[in-house]
């Protein structure tokens, strides 16, 4: 059971736009910044989004992230079928003193 | 380019201990702190625990009986060890770099994360 809680699958169509929610609480979300981590197959993580909406450099402007409260949101405009792949949200965790995931997202792109 | 370069023992028997190790090129080693995560098969990503130049470490409550993490500065290169395996600590183990610092260089205490990651090393725990 994973503290930041996600959908754990997303689709769709190329050129559409899909969204991926995740979801905490006060101790983590609620009192910091998040990060959206993108892994495709057989690969490591890759930083795709920290700070709630930051992009490092390199990452498309298709990217974007959001975050209300104890809630946050990863949007992907203008599929493309390389973005298949799970997306994770992550945060640090004040009361267990810890970085914590979501269970992660498996986007399709049909 | 910061480049995490990662080794250590793929195959353990139970109740051996797992011992990893990182290697940083490039960039400022103490200006950030260190991690490992886990990622055991076809689940998600678990964080495992970090540590900063001087030592100070933070671990996953649900590890830290088995957990140490060490850090050797003088070659930029900080471990993984955890005791006592058994077949559940089969997993791809990742580590990375972590990050307090926006693009201007500025500290923010709120916000942290994990911007270069090793390539990963497979253990797997069998007898």
């Known amino acids: 059971q994973s503290v930041l809680t996600q959908p754990p699958s997303a689709s769709g169509a190329p050129g559409q736009r899909v969204s991926i929610s995740c979801s905490g609480s006060?101790?983590?979300?609620?009192?910091?910044?998040v990060n959206w981590y993108q892994q495709l197959p057989g690969t490591a993580p890759k930083l795709l989004i920290y700070s709630n909406d930051q992009r490092p450099s390199g990452v498309p402007d298709r990217f974007s992230g959001s975050k209300s409260g104890t809630s946050a949101s990863l949007a992907i405009s203008g599929l493309h079928s390389e973005d298949e792949a799970d997306y994770y949200c992550?945060?640090?965790?004040?009361?267990?003193?810890?970085?914590?995931f979501g269970g992660g997202t498996k986007l399709t792109v049909l | 380019q910061v480049q995490l370069q990662q080794w250590g023992a793929g195959l353990l028997k139970p109740s051996e201990t797992l011992s990893l190790a990182c290697a940083v090129h490039?960039?400022?080693?103490?200006?950030?702190?260190w991690n490992w995560i886990r990622q055991s098969p076809g689940k998600g990503l678990d964080w495992i625990g970090e540590?900063?130049?001087?030592?100070?470490?933070n671990y996953n409550p649900s590890l830290t009986s088995r957990v140490t993490i060490s850090v050797d500065t003088a070659k930029s290169q900080f471990s993984l060890k955890l005791s006592s395996v058994t077949a559940a600590d089969t997993a791809v183990y990742f580590c990375?770099?972590?990050?307090?610092?926006?693009?201007?260089?500025?500290?923010?205490?709120?916000?942290?994360?994990?911007?270069?990651w090793g390539q990963g090393t497979l253990v797997t725990v069998t007898s």
């Open positions: 990375a770099r972590g990050n307090y610092f926006d693009s201007s260089g500025f500290y923010y205490p709120t916000m942290y994360y994990l911007d270069y």
């Open positions: 540590i900063n130049h001087s030592g100070a470490t």
């Open positions: 992550a945060t640090w965790d004040d009361s267990l003193i810890a970085v914590v």
């Open positions: 006060s101790s983590n979300i609620g009192s910091n910044t």
């Open positions: 490039g960039g400022s080693f103490s200006g950030h702190n």
